[in-house]
């Protein structure tokens, strides 16, 4: 059976369990700095690990993690330092991972405490940032009643020629969580995936030109047009992503 590789380029696509949209850094200067603080959560069983992050994002959904650091909370305070940190404009995150289970392609998960004020923050000098005993918000997992649809275009695409959508877990050894399968018209199809958990995925579209994609367990060979940059996206809506004619690539190159 074959599988798809998603090759994974640092910065990693991160996704985390946070709403509201937000701008890229502004880029690096010659300059850097010292991003620090503390996470303070009284009750937290000592060596439970807490992870500080700064975070870009691209549009709503597609989060990119460029600083992080980890420690583990002792008396229930994690000290967390991120040096070399570029002047610009990130979203700072926190999680205490509860569960003993992170990796920061997925974010946290339920039973997994989040901090609740996911915002903007400037960096241009050293800088400070705590979270107190009680700036979290617990994370529960989520529903699962929303759409992701879009459209597929890609001119020279033969009539009938089926286009794949799959939104998959994370790690190079995936399961599929929802795949769809429209045939090709005039160049572009449309998709429309339902009943979607919320949570973080990777959008994988691939055109089956050779026509001999699994359909129990799609993913594309020689000869096939893949997404030429699957994005991780967090789901917790309904929500439109397209790939344009300029967004595909030939698998294998």
Known sequence: MKKLLVVLVMVTAFTLVYLGCGNSGTGPSEETYTVSGTLTKLDMED?????????TMEGDTTYNLIYSDESPFSAGVASYSMSGVAAGTY?????????????????PDEGDWANEDFSEVTINQNTVINVTN????????????????????????????LGYVALADSGYNYQYSAVSEQPFSDGWTTYDIYDVMDGSYFFLAFIDVNGNADPYDPSPDAGDWVNSDPPWVWIDQNTELDVYDNEWAAYGE
């Open 47 to 55: 060596g439970v690990m807490g992870y500080a992050m700064l975070i």
């Open 91 to 107: 979203y700072f995150g926190a999680v205490i991972d509860v569960n003993g289970n992170w990796e920061s392609s997925n974010g």
């Open 134 to 161: 009680d700036g979290w918000k617990l994370w529960s997992g989520g529903g699962g009643n929303n759409c992701v649809s879009g459209t597929l275009l890609k001119n020279g695409v033969e009539d009938g020629v």
